[in-house]
């Protein structure tokens, strides 16, 4: 393949003439890239909790924490250290290798530092690869989360930086960026994706990937989430984007990323067990499990078995996998 190491200069219109392929090449190419960097037949399972749920400041439009919409979920406080290990453990007896700790928190308040930080400690005494999402980072913060022994964070660029401004008023693309870029100045792998379905075009799905991929070096996960429409948001009313477009924005990636994690993330629980396959076969490597994502319903650990059962993917942890991204391209053929 041209294209099967990571590479930082891809141009918009490149990106878009492999997104438009016909979905046969599309999803060939990228099974193609991803047997040469990651085992067939594997997946890994993460696991959301959300640590502090609601009230948040900002007027994201498609979330059900925004203090700006009324969404019915009231806000709480954050959740003591004995629960979160407590679920940690839970996750990790029904087959999490990853657990990603959410905050509905605009930003970090140093305040909150200490009681992630042993969040994050306990969660990585249980064997689990650790991630949280917190909100924007001050300088400092992050070094600290890394110490305590945090693998990724996570933050979305969501949409292409054109169509952002119709979903968030009220902090900047580039706010993102300088998140993402103190989180990699501590040593902290990035987890960076976004959402599909929120009215945008597929120009700006483009432009997402095209976004992601001009960062160096890429983020070590992708996560695309499908909305989950929220009443009482700005697009709870949003029309379903297409499986065949999460379908080549998740095969898109594939190609992209070769290296990366490419995560089948939100809006499993509407979709058919023949949905998610497609969307396992076009690249994906890892699904989030469990009854809830943050606040929203998840397909549950029987619809799960069934769906890997039709695939044939087994479980595997992240150790495993990332194995199979360091054969080289002789191995691999
Ligand atoms: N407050 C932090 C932030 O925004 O970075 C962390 C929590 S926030 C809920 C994490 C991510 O979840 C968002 O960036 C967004 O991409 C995704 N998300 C939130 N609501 C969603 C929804 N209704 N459907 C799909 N994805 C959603
Ligand atoms: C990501 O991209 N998706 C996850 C994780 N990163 C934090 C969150 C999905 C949230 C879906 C809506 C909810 O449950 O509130
Ligand atoms: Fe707050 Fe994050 Fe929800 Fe935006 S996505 S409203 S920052 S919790």
């Known amino acids: ?178 998140t993402l870029a103190k989180a990699r100045e501590a040593g902290v792998k990035l987890c960076v994706g976004g959402i599909l379905g929120m009215g945008e075009g597929r120009e700006d799905r483009i432009g997402l990937i095209h976004e992601l991929s001009k960062l160096t070096p890429h983020p070590e996960s992708v996560p695309i989430n499908m909305l989950v429409p929220i009443k009482g948001t700005p697009l709870g009313e949003s029309p379903a984007v297409s499986v065949t477009e999460m379908a080549r924005a998740i095969a898109t990636c594939r190609i992209v990323f070769p290296k990366s994690w490419v995560r089948l993330s939100a809006g499993r629980e509407g979709m058919s067990e023949g949905e998610q396959a497609l969307l396992l076969l076009s690249g994906a490597n890892s699904i989030f499990i469990g009854d809830r994502l943050l606040t929203t319903d998840n397909p549950g650990e029987d619809r799960d078995q069934a769906l890997l059962d039709a695939v044939g993917f087994e479980a595997a942890s992240h150790e495993v996998m990332e194995q199979g991204a360091k054969k080289t391209l002789i191995d691999a053929r």
């Open 1 to 178: 393949m041209p294209f099967d190491l990571p590479r930082h200069n891809w141009t918009k219109d490149e990106i878009r003439d492999i997104y438009e392929q016909p979905l046969d090449t599309l999803v060939g190419q990228a099974l193609e890239i991803k047997r040469v960097n990651w085992a067939d037949g594997q997946l890994q399972k993460s696991q959301l909790l959300s640590i502090k749920t609601g009230g948040c400041p900002e007027d994201c439009g498609y979330c059900s924490q925004s203090s700006h919409f009324d969404t019915g979920l009231g806000a709480e406080k954050l959740m003591p250290l004995e629960d979160v290990v407590a679920a940690a453990k839970r996750a990790k007896a029904g087959g999490a290798d990853r657990f990603c700790m959410g905050a509905g928190w605009r930003s970090l308040k140093d305040r909150d530092v200490p009681k992630v930080a042993a969040m994050i400690s306990a969660v990585k005494a249980e064997g689990l690869e650790t991630c949280v999402t917190l909100g924007m980072l001050e300088d400092g913060q992050a070094e600290a989360l890394k110490e305590a022994g945090l693998d990724y964070y996570n933050h979305n660029l969501d949409t292409s930086p054109e169509y952002y401004t119709t979903v968030v008023t009220t902090r900047t693309y580039d706010d993102r960026l300088d």
